[in-house]
């Protein structure tokens, strides 16, 4: 907790701080009194969205207690110092995430300790209800359906109610918030949201709103399995359109929801086939108009009829057997030596050339190997599917190459090193963490993790990874 340097910082601002004690009768790290103002200090982070690119965001933490007056939230950008955005209690309602621009009157705001404090500043305010909620209370309404929020069973004051379940007419309901594929709405993919299955089996169906403009929303009651899978689909979508509001699915039965169709990204468009008229059925003679008389045969003229291929076997009656030749047999094919070209011997198959090992396995192999390690290449499950996995067995232990960055943050760069367990194979013993050089005169890092350590997603700290930085000997 970085209550250091906030009080270095307001006692610059020649401002009087002093630590304050909690549960224990310990001091806290994140309580300190600031003219005699009972001040909380959360630690931020920005963030980028790759929705909104040019917008930098500050995820803001409201605490579940009441007793502070200030909230000083600490941000650690990789490219500069330490910023602090003094925020009183009345301004903030929930967790939320605000743009730098939104912060900018609150950045090193420190002059408002020596300032008249109003009550209003200082009032501790909750939303008891998000806009999802008020949103699904306020259609109901028109379909005559009783709301029924569920409550929260600890002591805190906040939150009331769980703000992403909802009992809907008697059914169990999740809220889902769905985000456009693109802000701009001159954009072809800002007709197109994002869909997600639900993470758990509580609820019936699925309750989901896409914001029109700063005010609108349209909502989709939309029956559990009619989203299988995390997927993209437009708002023109035909299996979509059917669930736009309509509450009515509410009253159907269990046995009526089974046969939902699940919603299809792209549906496919059925196209009858043409049934052909007598009008406009084609016909080999072309259509003349009824003006033009038809053509007619000149008298003189014969019509021979269409000629008859006679076989060969049939005999002749004698009026026509003379004007023509006698039957001959059929010709036979007289034999003849077969020529025998020499043998020719054909340029041996060139081998393919080795498939070119990836940079991602080439160092870590070379560096292994240099500390005296033996080194061999793994097969995966597909053929030369090696590349994918990126595996190697290491002193005959299977060790999974997986390449990171360093995350830096704060004045003293701090490193953190983001680490995706969901990306690790179950017969993994040992991952070879693989940060590339950032120059070349310099040198690849390597942390060498026992599989044990990894239970889940994390950003590990310096302390936690720096024990197993070139690590190679827990390998032997």
């Given at each position: 907790?970085?209550?250091?340097?906030?009080?270095?910082?307001?006692?610059?601002?020649?401002?009087?701080?002093?630590?304050?004690?909690?549960?224990?009768?310990?001091?806290?790290?994140?309580?300190?009194?600031?003219?005699?103002?009972?001040?909380?200090?959360?630690?931020?982070?920005?963030?980028?969205?790759?929705?909104?690119?040019?917008?930098?965001?500050?995820?803001?933490?409201?605490?579940?207690?009441?007793?502070?007056?200030?909230?000083?939230?600490?941000?650690?950008?990789?490219?500069?110092?330490?910023?602090?955005?003094?925020?009183?209690?009345?301004?903030?309602?929930?967790?939320?995430?605000?743009?730098?621009?939104?912060?900018?009157?609150?950045?090193?705001?420190?002059?408002?300790?020596?300032?008249?404090?109003?009550?209003?500043?200082?009032?501790?305010?909750?939303?008891?209800?998000?806009?999802?909620?008020?949103?699904?209370?306020?259609?109901?309404?028109?379909?005559?359906?009783?709301?029924?929020?569920?409550?929260?069973?600890?002591?805190?004051?906040?939150?009331?109610?769980?703000?992403?379940?909802?009992?809907?007419?008697?059914?169990?309901?999740?809220?889902?918030?769905?985000?456009?594929?693109?802000?701009?709405?001159?954009?072809?993919?800002?007709?197109?949201?994002?869909?997600?299955?639900?993470?758990?089996?509580?609820?019936?169906?699925?309750?989901?709103?896409?914001?029109?403009?700063?005010?609108?929303?349209?909502?989709?009651?939309?029956?559990?399995?009619?989203?299988?899978?995390?997927?993209?689909?437009?708002?023109?979508?035909?299996?979509?359109?059917?669930?736009?509001?309509?509450?009515?699915?509410?009253?159907?039965?269990?046995?009526?929801?089974?046969?939902?169709?699940?919603?299809?990204?792209?549906?496919?468009?059925?196209?009858?086939?043409?049934?052909?008229?007598?009008?406009?059925?084609?016909?080999?003679?072309?259509?003349?108009?009824?003006?033009?008389?038809?053509?007619?045969?000149?008298?003189?003229?014969?019509?021979?009829?269409?000629?008859?291929?006679?076989?060969?076997?049939?005999?002749?009656p004698p009026h026509q057997a003379e004007s023509r030749s006698k039957i001959r047999p059929p010709r036979q094919?007289?034999?003849?030596?077969?020529?025998?070209?020499?043998?020719?011997?054909?340029?041996?198959?060139?081998?393919?050339?080795?498939?070119?090992?990836?940079?991602?396995?080439?160092?870590?192999?070379?560096?292994?190997?240099?500390?005296?390690?033996?080194?061999?290449?793994?097969?995966?499950?597909?053929?030369?599917?090696?590349?994918?996995?990126?595996?190697?067995?290491?002193?005959?232990?299977?060790?999974?190459?997986?390449?990171?960055?360093?995350?830096?943050?704060?004045?003293?760069?701090?490193?953190?090193?983001?680490?995706?367990?969901?990306?690790?194979?179950?017969?993994?013993?040992?991952?070879?963490?693989?940060?590339?050089?950032?120059?070349?005169?310099?040198?690849?890092?390597?942390?060498?993790?026992?599989?044990?350590?990894?239970?889940?997603?994390?950003?590990?700290?310096?302390?936690?990874?720096?024990?197993?930085?070139?690590?190679?000997?827990?390998?032997?």
């Amino acid at each position: 907790m970085p209550i250091h340097e906030v009080i270095v910082e307001a006692q610059a601002h020649s401002l009087s701080v002093q630590r304050l004690t909690g549960y224990g009768k310990v001091l806290d790290a994140r309580l300190v009194a600031i003219e005699g103002r009972i001040c909380q200090i959360i630690r931020t982070r920005q963030v980028i969205d790759s929705l909104y690119p040019t917008a930098v965001n500050s995820a803001l933490y409201l605490p579940r207690n009441v007793f502070a007056d200030f909230l000083i939230y600490v941000a650690f950008p990789s490219n500069g110092s330490p910023q602090f955005y003094v925020v009183p209690r009345g301004a903030m309602t929930k967790d939320t995430m605000w743009s730098l621009k939104s912060l900018k009157q609150y950045r090193d705001a420190w002059q408002v300790f020596k300032q008249p404090i109003t009550k209003r500043q200082t009032e501790r305010r909750f939303t008891t209800v998000n806009w999802q909620l008020q949103a699904i209370i306020d259609a109901v309404k028109d379909a005559a359906l009783d709301v029924t929020l569920i409550g929260l069973k600890k002591r805190t004051q906040w939150p009331t109610f769980v703000q992403r379940r909802v009992i809907v007419g008697g059914r169990k309901c999740a809220v889902y918030s769905c985000t456009r594929l693109s802000p701009d709405p001159t954009a072809s993919l800002h007709n197109f949201i994002f869909l997600r299955i639900p993470t758990n089996t509580w609820a019936e169906f699925q309750i989901c709103l896409v914001k029109d403009g700063p005010n609108g929303y349209q909502i989709y009651v939309i029956p559990r399995g009619a989203i299988q899978k995390k997927t993209t689909a437009s708002l023109e979508n035909s299996d979509l359109q059917s669930y736009k509001g309509n509450w009515k699915l509410l009253s159907a039965s269990p046995s009526d929801l089974e046969k939902v169709v699940p919603i299809r990204w792209r549906p496919n468009n059925y196209r009858p086939p043409v049934k052909l008229s007598l009008q406009n059925r084609s016909s080999p003679i072309e259509s003349r108009p009824e003006t033009q008389p038809p053509h007619q045969v000149e008298s003189s003229t014969k019509i021979q009829p269409p000629r008859q291929i006679e076989s060969s076997a049939t005999i002749q009656p004698p009026h026509q057997a003379e004007s023509r030749s006698k039957i001959r047999p059929p010709r036979q094919i007289e034999s003849r030596p077969k020529i025998q070209l020499p043998s020719v011997k054909r340029p041996p198959k060139r081998a393919r050339p080795p498939k070119k090992v990836p940079e991602i396995l080439m160092k870590p192999m070379l560096e292994a190997q240099s500390h005296g390690l033996p080194v061999e290449l793994v097969r995966g499950h597909q053929p030369n599917a090696y590349e994918a996995n990126r595996c190697l067995i290491i002193s005959q232990k299977p060790c999974q190459i997986m390449q990171t960055v360093f995350i830096t943050a704060g004045k003293h760069k701090g490193r953190y090193v983001p680490m995706n367990g969901e990306a690790i194979e179950d017969w993994a013993e040992f991952v070879v963490f693989f940060v590339r050089e950032q120059v070349e005169s310099e040198k690849p890092t390597f942390y060498i993790v026992p599989r044990a350590r990894l239970i889940e997603d994390t950003v590990v700290l310096p302390t936690w990874i720096r024990d197993y930085k070139d690590a190679w000997h827990v390998l032997r």
